[in-house]
């Protein structure tokens, strides 16, 4: 079987679905995961979380920790990684190379199969502000975007519009998850005590992550992220619009908003429903013992 070669670029740290999304990546016999790059802030302790999962999959992707600060200069309150502090004193002497996540992402959109980005879309931006040429693109499915939720911003576009901005300009067919799809997919308490249960490695270092997730937020676990590689992966579970998809960089209260017109041959398609049982049970399938 031919796998599919994939790049993830992450903030993993701040939300759990991250850790779920670079979980199911590793848990997918599809998928070669060749890459992975870090953003926002700590991308260095990001890149550590990232390798502990990589470990425990017994893969060995090259990992970036790629930008610390964002494109915009609107003030806003950036998210932090909060690193599990059982990795606070262990380090895989991680640092931001912005080199390093240049040449990646050059690779990445010169010959892999698919990129993924489930965070601010720091690093995407800036690649293609250095090389704007698109002529050769891999497919491209990023968690980001609302427009279902009237006048909902959305996390991963609001904290850097203008990097949203470059990228959605840029002009590559986009598939995107949309902020509702995540919240649709949220897990039930059943789902995340099965999920508890599991032994294989991936799921005990995930487990682990969400065990300290808990402590700050609860039992929310909305599936935001994930979502795209089952988008990836077993697409009929999605309902989707065409069309062109646009971010408000100008306004100051509705900085970061996502716009979408309707037209069947616009380059972006954006998932507003989902069959949630369909979607989860797939991808709990894959992280299961």
Request: proline share 4%; charged share 25%; hydrophobic share 40%.
């Amino acid at each position: 079987m031919t796998k599919l070669t994939v790049h993830l670029d992450t903030d993993i740290g701040d939300d759990i679905d991250d850790a779920f999304c670079l979980s199911l990546l590793l848990r997918c016999p599809e998928i070669e995961l060749k890459s992975v790059s870090t953003v926002l802030n700590d991308t260095a302790g990001r890149a550590d979380m990232c390798r502990e999962l990589c470990d425990a999959a017994k893969q060995s992707p090259k990992i970036v920790a790629g930008s610390r600060s964002v494109i915009t200069r609107r003030q806003n309150k950036h998210g932090m990684t909060r690193k599990p502090p059982h990795l606070a004193s262990k380090s895989f002497d991680y640092k931001a190379d912005g080199a390093a996540l240049l040449a990646t992402l050059a690779d990445v959109r010169k010959s892999y199969d698919v990129l993924l980005t489930i965070g601010p879309k720091t690093n995407l931006a800036l690649s293609l502000v250095v090389d704007p040429d698109i002529s050769r693109f891999p497919r491209y499915l990023a968690m980001a975007g609302e427009i279902t939720y009237s006048a909902h911003r959305e996390w991963n576009i609001l904290v850097d519009p203008e990097a949203a901005d470059v990228v959605i300009r840029a002009g590559m067919p986009i598939d995107f998850i949309s902020f509702k799809i995540g919240v649709d997919t949220k897990l039930s308490i059943e789902e995340q005590a099965w999920l508890d249960k599991q032994t294989n490695p991936v799921a005990k270092v995930l487990n682990n992550y969400r065990a300290q997730f808990r402590k700050t937020h609860g039992q929310l676990q909305n599936m935001y992220d994930p979502m795209t590689v089952v988008a990836l992966l077993n697409p009929d579970s999605f309902t989707w619009r065409r069309g062109f998809l646009s971010v408000e960089v100008v306004g100051e209260h509705t900085m970061g908003q996502t716009i979408f017109k309707e037209d069947a041959a616009g380059p972006h398609r954006i998932a507003v429903a989902v069959d949630a049982e369909k979607a989860k049970k797939w991808m709990l399938d894959r992280l299961g013992d």
